[in-house]
């Protein structure tokens, strides 16, 4: 297993490791390391995933200075190897939204988690990391993103997810692979509030999309999430 690094903006890195039998084509499982005074981790991956993407993260800088995980939503591959990150860094503090840490962090997290409420923002020293509740978008109710205001990166979490082993880093189409993807995998929880809180996150006036599964986009990044919101809607119409 092998992880590949990429800087996708000034000093947000895309930790990314192919699973080549997982779906049609293969897919793409990012971690996101935001380098800053006080470093944080966005997804934690697959337990098993741990050595390779650990070993990774060492090419850009020590794991023990990680000062901050925080991730979109319970489920594997964004925090199974939640108690291996914090095992590999003693300082670091688990971050997550007010839902998420009472349905979850609050019993099974190994060390006390921070809770961010919605709109909050973390200064990590060179980096501002807000905190977006966005419950059921893609899915699960404790669901929330985080948007970097310094670079403009919005961390998408499974937005935007698509298959196969694409460049770190685009300015073409994501909207139609997504598209494709979701139509394979129904994997939103749709409901009447998905478009709105996708246009909330297009209000942010991103540069930069952190792709979770796939593909990192530079360019038209709220037209991008305008766009998203509108097939969302559409979805729902036809019910
Ligand atoms: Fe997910
Ligand atoms: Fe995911």
Redesign the pocket.
Known sequence: MNTKVDEIADRIYRLSTFLPAVGPSGFTFNQFLVDADQPLLFHCGQRALFPAVSQAMASVMDPRRLRWIAF??I?A??CGALGEWLAAAPEATVTHGAIGCAIWLNDQAPRPPRVLADGEVLDLGGRRVRRLDTPHV???WDAGLIYEETTGTLFT??LFTHVGDPPALTDGDILGPAVAAEKKFG?TALTPTTGATIRRLASLGPRTLAVMHGSSYSGAAASALESLAAVYDGLLRQG
């Open positions: 979109s939503h489920e591959d964004e893609p899915h699960c979490s499974d994997y």
